[in-house]
């Protein structure tokens, strides 16, 4: 495995992980020690901006990864990777650009909020799929 596949894999580590580490541990501590809902709701809004950004890096990070510069692919991307990258980075998009308005206005928080946990889950099964099909053996 070469620099740019190991590089590869710590991007999707790194998107994963830092998905994990927000939905399933920042935001809840959030909730439940804030003092109040309001002062949680708002900061996990940073926080899940913060995430899009990682996301939106981490995947431009594996699409330049995954080409050399005479066009030759340098990972095995018939696996569907690159699929995913693209799926993942758009719901982050989707999440930073047209859901977290919505929500930061008050608009009908129940759909947006419904909207931004599917963006967030999209992301998350993107980001896990793609570090599996880098991290299996025989990937390079």
Same mark, same amino acid.
């Given at each position: 495995?070469?620099? !740019?596949?190991?590089? @590869?894999?710590? @991007?999707?580590?790194?998107?994963?992980? /830092?998905?994990?580490?927000?939905?399933?541990?920042?935001?809840?501590?959030?909730?439940?020690?804030?003092? /109040?809902?309001?002062?949680?709701?708002?900061? $996990? #809004? !940073?926080?899940?901006? @913060?995430?899009?950004?990682?996301?939106?890096?981490?995947?431009?990070?594996?699409?330049? #990864?995954?080409?050399?510069?005479?066009?030759?692919?340098?990972?095995?991307?018939? /696996?569907? $990777?690159?699929?995913?990258?693209?799926?993942?980075?758009?719901?982050?998009?989707?999440?930073?650009?047209?859901?977290?308005?919505?929500?930061?206005?008050?608009?009908?928080?129940?759909?947006?909020?419904?909207?931004?946990? $599917?963006?967030?889950?999209?992301?998350?099964?993107?980001?896990?799929?793609?570090?599996? !099909?880098?991290?299996?053996?025989?990937?390079?």
């Amino acid at each position: 495995m070469d620099w !740019k596949q190991r590089l @590869a894999v710590l @991007a999707a580590a790194l998107w994963w992980g /830092s998905l994990c580490a927000i939905g399933f541990l920042a935001v809840p501590l959030l909730f439940a020690n804030a003092s /109040s809902p309001a002062v949680a709701g708002s900061l $996990a #809004g !940073k926080l899940f901006s @913060a995430e899009s950004w990682v996301g939106l890096g981490c995947g431009l990070v594996l699409l330049m #990864g995954a080409r050399q510069r005479d066009g030759t692919a340098t990972m095995d991307w018939a /696996s569907g $990777a690159v699929v995913y990258v693209l799926l993942g980075m758009l719901a982050a998009l989707l999440q930073e650009f047209a859901i977290a308005p919505h929500i930061l206005a008050r608009q009908d928080l129940r759909f947006w909020h419904t909207a931004g946990t $599917a963006a967030f889950a999209v992301q998350w099964l993107c980001a896990l799929v793609v570090l599996w !099909k880098l991290s299996r053996p025989g990937s390079s």
